[in-house]
C-alpha cells in the first residue's frame, strides 16, 4: 500500500475511534440497536470487563461526559471530582439508561457516594456491587480479590438468568489480552519513534477500548499497529519527551493534551487510567479465569502501581523514575484532577522523589468546568523552557530509585 | 495602671450538662499519657477510625487516633503549625482536613528530629503540640467506608521511611444487596461480620509480635466490659433528651465522644457517663431545658466543625433552637452495645466498627436517620456541608429529599469543615439557619 493511502486509513481509523470516545453512550445505543444485546456499564478502574464480555453483554466503562453539570448540581457538591459529579449527572438527566446494569467494586469515597446516587437516580437499572480490598500486600488480599469478583459474577448471572461459563471467560479474556497487547505495541512504537502519534490520538485508542465491542476494536488497532512503517511521520526531534501522570478515573481533555504538545512537547509516555495504565497487564489465559483475574487486580498494581491502592511494597514514584529513563523523557506533567483525594495523597511522595533525582515536573490540577486553558499554557511554556535549558546542562543526577537519570 | 476596660461577656445562652466538664480533664489526662509514652518506654501504635484502642490498651500500647488529635488541635485553635508543615510538604488544601493536620504533626515530628533546613527545623514553640506527639513503633489501619483512611495511613508509614510496621483491616461498606438486607441483618452483614473479626485476630497476632508477648485476652474482656457499660449509659442519656425541653444538645453529646471514642477504657468513663446520665435524667425531672427558651428542635447531620464546637452550640442557642440529634453523635461510637459480648468481645467490636454511621449505604443509612428524627421530632435538619469530609457528605443530598418527601420537615446546608477554619461562612449559615426557622414558622402558623 502506498504511503499516501496508509496514512489516510490510519487517519480514518483513529476517527472512528475518536468518534466513538466523543459519544461512548451513542455507541451503546447504536450497539444496542444493532445487536439487540445487553449493555453493562462499570465504573472504572478495577472491574474486568472481561466478565461482562463473557455473559455476551458490551462491557462499557462509564466516562466522563463534556456536558458542564445540571441536575448532578442536586446529587452531589461540587467539591467532588470531575468523574462523579459527571456521573451522577448523566444518570440524574437520563443519560445511563441505556445501561442494562452498571457494575463496581471500588472504594474511593467520592465514587462510592456517586454508587448511591446513581443507584438512587436509576431506580429500574441493576447496580451491583462488591467492594474490592485495596490493601493490596496482605495475606489474604489474592482470596478476597476472587471472592469479589466471584460475587460480581453471581450477581451479574443472576441479573442476566444464566451462567457465565468458564469456558466463555477465557476466550474473552484470550481477545481482551489480544487487544491490550497492540495498544501496548503502539506505545512501544510511540517510544521508538515508529509511529506518531499524538497524546489525544493514543487516548482516543485506549479510551474507546473501554467503549467498543472488543472484536470491532481489535480489529481497528491492528489495523493501526500494521499500517505504521518506518516511514511514518517521525515526531519532530526538537520537541521535549514528556510523560504525562495522573489521571485516574476520568481522561484529561483532548485541548489540554493537544495544548500541551502544541507548545512544543511530544508525549512519549503515560501512566494515565486513559492510557498504559488500562493496558498494562495481561489476565491469564490458562486454569482457573476467576483466580486469573484476581492474579491480575494484583499484578496491575505492583506493574503500575495505583495511589488509590495500598501496597507498602511498591512505589509510584520509582515506578515513575524508571517509566520515564526507559522512555527517555526529559520531565513529567501530573494531570491531578481537582479533588481526587488518592491523587492529592501520594503527589508529595512524587513531588520528593522527583526533586531528589532532579527530575523536572509541573503539576497541573483539572477541573471538569472552566479550565483556564491560556492560564495553563504560560504554565506549560514555562517549564518547556526550563526543561530544554537543562539539555544544554547535561546534568547527572542521581536518582534515589534508579540510578542516573540523565 | 489601670486595667483595661473590658466589654461585659454576654451570658451563655446554652445551659451546658456540668457533668461533661469532667471531659475536659479526662481528655487531658490521657494526651499527656500519650506525649509521656516515650520517655516511660511505650510502644506506640497510631490509628485512624475505628475506635481499635481497647485492643492496644489492652496490650499496654499507648494509641494514638489521628483524628481525635487534629480535633483536639483545632478545637483548641493550635492547628495552624501543622497544617502549614502539611502544605509545605504539597498536601493541598483540599484534602481531608483531619488527614492533613494529623500527616503535618508526622511531618514537624519528623523535622524536629531529624534537624531539617525547613523553616519549621529546629525546637518546636512551647505553644505548638502538633510536634509534640510520640512518633509510632506501628500502624493499625481499620477505616470503615472512607477510602481516606487507609490512605492516610500508608502516608504516615511512608513519611517513616515505611520502617514502621503496618497492619490494615479492611472494612468494607455495606452496600445492602440481597432481599434480606437490612440494619443488622442479611446474608452481607453476616458475612461481612465474619470477615472483619477474623481480621482483628489477625491484628491481635499482629500485636502479639508487636509487644513480644501472649495477648492479654482478660485484660481485654474487662475493658469491653466498661465501653460496654459506658455505651448503654450514654445511649440511656441520650434517649431521655426526646423530652421536651431537651437536656441535653448534640454539643454536649460532641464533647462527650472522646470519653466513649479513645479515652482509656478504665471505670472513668463508667463513672462519666454515669454521672451524664443522672444530671440528664434530673433535668428532665425538673424540665432544665439545655436551650432555655427552646422554640425549634434540630437534627445535625454531618461531622463535628471542631474549630467552632463552642459558637454553633451559642449559635444555635440563641436561636432558640436545640439540636437534638445528629448522624455523627447519635449513630456512631460503640452505637450497638448488645453486640459486644465483653467474654468474647471480638465479632461484636467488628460489628460496631462496621456500622460506623457512613458505613452502610443511603437505604439503610437514610431510614435511620428518618427514625431519629421522628423520635427526636424535629422541626428541620441543619447539614454540615464538610468540605473535606466526602463521607459525610455524599448522601446529605438524598437525605435532604427524603425529609421532605417523607417527613415534610424543613433542611438546610452550610458549609464548613472538621479541622480548616477556613471553609467556614459564617454568614452563610446565619440566613440560611434563619430562612428556615422562619419557614419553620411559617409551617406551623398554618396548621394553627
Redesign the interface.
Known amino acids: 500500500m502506498l504511503l499516501e493511502s496508509r496514512v489516510k486509513e490510519q487517519g480514518s481509523i483513529l476517527a472512528r475511534l475518536g468518534e466513538v470516545c466523543t459519544d461512548p453512550l451513542g455507541y451503546a445505543r447504536e450497539w444496542k440497536a444493532r445487536t439487540g444485546g445487553l449493555v453493562v456499564g462499570s465504573f472504572p478502574m478495577n472491574f474486568p470487563s472481561e466478565m461482562a464480555h463473557a455473559a455476551g453483554a458490551l462491557p462499557l466503562i462509564i466516562q466522563e461526559a463534556e456536558d458542564p453539570i445540571t441536575a448532578g448540581h442536586?446529587?452531589?457538591?461540587p467539591?467532588?471530582c470531575g468523574y462523579t459529579r459527571s456521573t451522577v449527572d448523566q444518570a440524574a438527566n437520563g443519560e445511563l439508561d441505556v445501561l442494562d446494569a452498571i457494575m463496581f467494586g471500588d472504594?474511593?469515597?467520592?465514587l462510592?457516594?456517586a454508587?448511591?446516587?446513581v443507584?438512587?437516580s436509576l431506580k429500574n437499572t441493576r447496580v451491583?456491587?462488591?467492594?474490592l480490598?485495596?490493601?493490596m500486600c496482605?495475606?489474604?488480599t489474592l482470596g478476597?480479590a476472587k471472592e469479589s469478583f466471584e460475587k460480581l459474577r453471581e450477581?451479574l448471572e443472576d441479573f442476566l438468568g444464566r451462567k457465565v461459563e468458564d469456558d466463555a471467560l477465557r476466550e474473552s479474556i484470550r481477545l481482551f489480552n489480544r487487544d491490550r497487547q497492540a495498544m501496548r505495541k503502539l506505545y512501544e512504537m510511540r517510544v521508538a519513534g515508529q509511529i506518531s502519534l499524538t497524546a489525544t490520538e493514543m487516548q482516543y485508542v485506549v479510551k474507546s477500548a473501554m467503549v467498543m465491542d472488543r472484536r470491532e476494536h481489535l480489529e481497528l488497532v491492528e489495523a493501526l499497529v500494521a499500517g505504521a512503517t518506518e516511514n511514518s511521520p517521525a515526531p519532530e526531534k526538537r520537541a521535549i519527551r514528556l510523560h504525562l501522570s495522573g489521571h485516574f478515573c476520568q481522561a484529561p481533555k483532548p485541548e489540554l493534551l493537544d495544548m500541551i504538545e502544541g507548545c512544543g512537547a511530544v508525549v512519549v509516555g503515560d501512566d494515565l487510567y486513559h492510557g498504559f495504565r488500562y493496558i498494562s497487564t495481561d489476565v491469564g489465559e490458562n486454569g482457573d479465569p476467576m483466580e486469573a483475574l484476581a492474579h491480575w487486580y494484583l499484578d496491575r498494581n505492583t506493574g503500575v502501581p495505583c495511589?488509590?491502592r495500598?501496597q507498602?511494597d511498591v512505589d509510584w514514584d520509582a515506578f515513575l523514575l524508571d517509566a520515564m529513563r526507559k522512555e527517555n523523557a526529559e520531565g513529567m506533567i501530573v494531570l491531578m484532577a481537582?479533588?481526587c483525594?488518592?491523587h492529592?495523597?501520594?503527589?508529595?511522595?512524587v513531588?520528593?522523589a522527583f526533586e531528589k533525582a532532579g527530575m523536572p515536573h509541573l503539576l497541573i490540577e483539572t477541573e471538569h468546568e472552566s479550565m483556564a486553558l491560556e492560564h495553563i499554557r504560560t504554565r506549560v511554556e514555562s517549564f518547556l523552557e526550563l526543561v530544554k535549558r537543562r539539555r544544554g546542562a547535561a546534568p547527572v543526577v542521581t536518582s534515589a530509585a534508579q540510578g542516573e537519570v540523565a | 495602671m489601670n486595667a483595661p476596660i473590658q466589654a461585659p461577656t454576654p451570658p451563655s445562652a446554652a445551659n451546658k450538662l456540668k457533668s461533661t466538664r469532667m471531659a475536659g480533664k479526662l481528655v487531658n489526662d490521657y494526651w499527656e499519657m500519650v506525649w509521656r509514652a516515650k520517655e516511660e518506654g511505650k510502644l506506640v501504635c497510631w490509628y485512624e477510625g475505628s475506635s481499635i484502642n481497647p485492643f492496644l490498651e489492652a496490650a499496654d500500647i499507648v494509641w494514638v487516633h489521628g483524628e481525635a488529635y487534629s480535633a483536639m488541635l483545632a478545637a483548641r485553635h493550635q492547628e495552624g503549625p501543622a497544617q502549614a508543615a502539611a502544605e509545605e510538604?504539597?498536601?493541598?488544601r483540599?484534602?481531608?482536613s483531619y488527614?492533613r493536620t494529623h500527616l503535618g504533626c508526622a511531618v514537624n515530628n519528623q523535622r524536629h528530629r531529624n534537624g531539617s533546613d525547613s523553616a519549621f527545623a529546629d525546637v518546636p514553640a512551647d505553644e505548638d503540640i502538633s510536634a509534640k506527639l510520640p512518633p509510632p513503633d506501628m500502624i493499625i489501619?481499620a477505616y470503615a467506608?472512607?477510602?481516606?483512611g487507609?490512605?492516610?495511613?500508608?502516608?504516615t508509614?511512608?513519611m517513616f521511611g515505611?520502617k514502621v510496621p503496618?497492619f490494615?483491616v479492611?472494612i468494607?461498606?455495606i452496600?445492602a444487596?440481597g432481599k434480606d438486607a437490612g440494619y443488622l441483618r442479611g446474608q452481607e452483614w453476616e458475612e461481612t461480620s465474619k470477615?472483619v473479626a477474623k481480621?482483628l485476630e489477625?491484628m491481635v497476632k499482629f500485636i502479639e509480635e508487636q509487644t513480644g508477648k501472649p495477648y492479654p485476652w482478660d485484660r481485654l474482656r474487662e475493658l469491653m466490659r466498661n465501653v460496654k457499660r459506658a455505651s448503654e449509659l450514654r445511649l440511656e442519656a441520650m434517649d431521655m433528651c426526646t423530652a421536651k425541653p431537651a437536656p441535653a444538645t448534640l454539643f454536649d453529646w460532641s464533647v462527650s465522644i472522646a470519653p466513649i471514642n479513645q479515652l482509656p477504657c478504665t471505670t472513668d468513663i463508667v463513672d462519666y457517663f454515669t454521672n451524664v446520665r443522672d444530671e440528664v435524667a434530673e433535668r428532665v425531672r425538673t424540665g432544665e431545658a439545655a436551650v432555655p427558651k427552646e422554640k425549634y428542635r434540630l437534627f445535625f447531620d454531618g461531622i463535628m466543625n471542631w474549630n467552632k464546637l463552642g459558637w454553633l452550640a451559642e449559635k444555635f442557642a440563641r436561636y432558640d433552637a436545640a439540636v437534638v440529634a445528629g448522624r455523627y453523635t447519635h449513630m456512631a461510637f460503640w452505637q450497638e452495645p448488645g453486640l459486644i459480648n465483653p467474654e468474647d468481645p471480638v465479632m461484636g467490636m467488628g460489628q460496631n466498627y462496621l456500622i460506623c454511621p457512613n458505613n452502610h449505604?443511603?437505604p439503610i443509612l437514610i431510614d435511620l436517620i428518618m427514625g431519629l428524627c421522628e423520635k427526636y421530632e424535629v422541626d428541620g435538619i441543619v447539614f454540615h456541608?464538610t468540605?473535606t469530609c466526602?463521607?459525610f457528605?455524599?448522601?446529605?443530598?438524598?437525605i435532604a429529599e427524603e425529609a421532605t418527601s417523607r417527613l415534610g420537615i424543613q433542611t438546610t446546608m452550610f458549609e464548613g469543615d472538621v479541622a480548616d477554619e477556613s471553609f467556614y461562612k459564617d454568614e452563610l449559615l446565619n440566613t440560611r439557619v434563619e430562612a428556615m426557622l422562619e419557614a419553620i414558622d411559617q409551617k406551623r402558623m398554618a396548621v394553627v
Not at chain 1, 442536586?74 to 457538591?77: D, P, Y
Not at chain 2, 510538604?89 to 493541598?92: C, F, M, S, T
Not at chain 2, 467506608?145 to 481516606?148: F, Q, V
Open positions: 442536586g446529587l452531589l457538591f467539591f467532588y472504594h474511593c469515597v467520592q462510592l457516594g454508587a448511591d446516587a443507584r438512587m451491583i456491587f462488591f467492594q480490598i485495596s490493601s496482605d495475606p489474604w478476597r450477581e495511589p488509590t495500598v507498602n481537582k479533588f483525594e488518592p492529592m495523597y501520594y503527589y508529595p511522595e513531588k520528593e | 510538604r504539597g498536601y493541598l483540599e484534602l481531608c488527614a489501619s467506608y472512607c477510602s481516606t487507609q490512605q492516610w495511613d500508608e502516608m508509614s511512608r515505611k503496618i490494615n479492611s468494607p461498606w452496600w444487596s470477615y481480621q489477625e449505604s443511603s456541608a468540605r466526602r463521607a457528605t455524599n448522601p446529605m443530598f438524598m
